[in-house]
């Protein structure tokens, strides 16, 4: 066993958030304008050091994003990414152009399989790349990073040149990603401590780390990676990211916090803030987190066995090794009911983790009100599940207004009226289930040719009484929208999902989609 290492040998990691890029890239979780400038003051307001806030060259829509973001954040660096094309650089530059701070971001390929199938580039050709777009991107802007996709799977000998080719370019930042969740902890680990070793200038970057969940190794990775010498790690909320996913900022950075004896590093990340990040990024994409997810997962602090109770109830510590409070948990359960005011309904959103603007409070503390009339008790999940409901919805110029529903032996059928840009419609269809009565009403009154990709219900609470929260995703022409709603009518919570799914869809069709070729996960 290695000794712990010394305090004093404490040196700082930069965190750099991509989930508004590589997270954005998962199927379905496209984000809107308002989504990602909202989730931006959330990342700055944790003290996130790097907000990759978009692909400028991919769509007008994530180069406003991008634009937008670059405007109103003030403490972090905020980058973008390009390939290594001087169009694809010049757009991130006028992206990002309003920044206190920001960073040019290009990646180019250096494995064998990716030069010779994707770029069907020779490797003398690649190199010649990195020079002309490194040296064009650093006259546009102090602060580049340069990434060689299929680091882990590249030639070492040409890797270092190509990592030597972007440092005397002027890349600042040099990025390592495990762009296809390939790589093991010491090889990753070994990988860094060579370049680091071995590459000319390796003392004047900051190298990265980039790692990918396909085996279940990115935080391993990360961690890894840092301590062969990384000291940034690019990650994402609740580890959104292409397949299955990139490290998970949350994992990461409370890893480091609750390892300090092994895991020398600070982050400067306000930790407090991480569960409301992460029930926002799920709420605006409709991606649920696992109960057993890693320190946001609904049971990540719930203890249901005697000896574990027995031991908690004793000492914390004793199956605890970080407190809920410190990732922005509740420490209680307190059930509110109809008799709660809202002062202690401010109170209650407060230990959750919302902050909420005085109207969203007041239209909140209504359907709280409204729930508690059909709830005995209300429980802390139907809360966040109420809040999180709210977030997810999108402009409202569909909006369910009554529904009623027969099912049984002799048939399903739905009525349905639903206020469509201030005028009410009414339709009855029936189906092969009253779920599917309820959709077909709401596509007999709003005809579309979107196609339902995902729908998915889980109870929030236990009980008879307890919320459905259902979850609907919807494509049309290549476009991609989540809708959640939560209810204690499970056909109810349908309709409005599917709604709220229709509002996102039509409320972003004026963005391009982009091209597959421009689409890169590293």
């Known amino acids: 066993m290695t000794a712990p290492v010394s305090a004093g040998k404490r040196d700082r990691v930069i965190v750099f958030d991509t989930t508004m ?9 496209s984000m809107s304008h308002d989504e990602k400038l909202e989730l931006a003051k959330i990342l700055e307001e944790m003290k996130v050091d790097v907000i990759e806030a978009g692909f400028p060259i991919a769509s007008n829509g994530d180069f406003e994003a991008v634009r937008e973001i670059s405007k109103i954040v003030k403490n972090s660096t905020i980058a973008g990414l390009c390939r290594a094309h001087q169009v694809d650089i010049d757009r991130c530059a006028e992206a990002i152009k309003p920044a206190a701070r920001g960073r040019i971001h290009i990646v180019i390929a250096t494995s064998d399989l990716h030069m ?93 780390t980039h790692c990918h969940n396909d085996l279940g190794l990115a935080v391993a990775n990360s961690l890894a990676g840092v301590e062969g010498g990384a000291r940034q790690i690019e990650c994402a909320i609740n580890g959104l990211g292409e397949r299955a996913g990139n490290a998970a900022l949350e994992e990461v950075v409370m890893a480091l916090k609750v390892r300090a004896d092994r895991l020398p590093y600070d982050t400067g990340i306000d930790a407090t803030h991480i569960t409301r990040a ?27 066995s005697g000896i574990h109770q027995d031991g908690m109830l004793k000492n914390r510590e004793t199956y605890e090794i970080m407190t809920p409070e410190s990732v922005g948990q509740a420490p209680s ?8 005011g809202s002062h202690a309904f401010r109170a209650k959103l407060k230990d959750l983790g919302y902050e909420l603007g005085q109207n969203a409070l007041k239209e909140a503390f209504g359907r709280f009100k409204d729930l508690a009339d059909k709830k005995k008790h209300v429980y802390d999940d139907d809360i966040i599940a109420l809040v999180d409901d709210a977030l997810a919805r999108g402009s409202e110029r569909i909006r369910v ?34 779920v599917d009565a309820v959709f077909n009403a709401i596509h007999a009154i709003v005809p579309h040719e979107a196609a339902l990709r995902l729908f998915q219900v889980h109870a929030v609470t236990e009980g008879t009484d307890a919320q459905a929260q259902v979850s609907v995703r919807l494509e049309e022409d290549g476009r991609i929208a989540t809708g959640q709603a939560a209810d204690t009518d499970t056909l109810t919570a349908s309709a409005k999902a599917y709604v709220n799914a229709l509002n996102n869809l039509f409320s972003r069709k004026e963005k391009t989609k982009p091209e597959p070729a421009i689409a890169s996960g590293f």
């Open 401 to 434: 207004v009554r529904l009623r529903v027969v099912a049984g032996t002799d048939g399903q059928s739905a009525q349905l009226t639903l206020d469509v840009d201030g005028e009410e419609k009414l339709a009855e269809a029936s189906g092969d289930g009253p």
């Open 333 to 340: 359960s307190l059930v509110m009911g109809k008799h709660s």
């Open 116 to 208: 010779k199938h994707k770029l069907q580039m020779e490797p003398e050709a690649v190199l010649e790349v990195i020079t002309r777009s490194v040296t064009h991107a650093r006259n546009l802007c102090d602060d580049i990073e340069w990434s060689a996709e299929d680091a882990t799977r590249s030639e070492r000998g040409f890797l270092r040149r190509a990592i030597e080719t972007a440092i005397r370019a002027g890349a600042t930042t040099i990025n390592l990603p495990d762009t296809v969740g390939y790589t093991y902890p010491t090889e990753y680990a070994d990988l860094f401590r060579y370049m680091i070793e071995n590459v000319e200038g390796a003392d004047k970057v900051i190298f990265s």
């Open 21 to 29: 890029r590589d997270g954005e890239q998962s199927p379905g979780a």
């Open 278 to 304: 992460s029930r926002y990024v799920s709420a605006i994409t409709g991606f649920p987190v696992q109960f057993n997810k890693a320190i946001v997962g609904k049971n990540a602090f719930a203890h249901e």
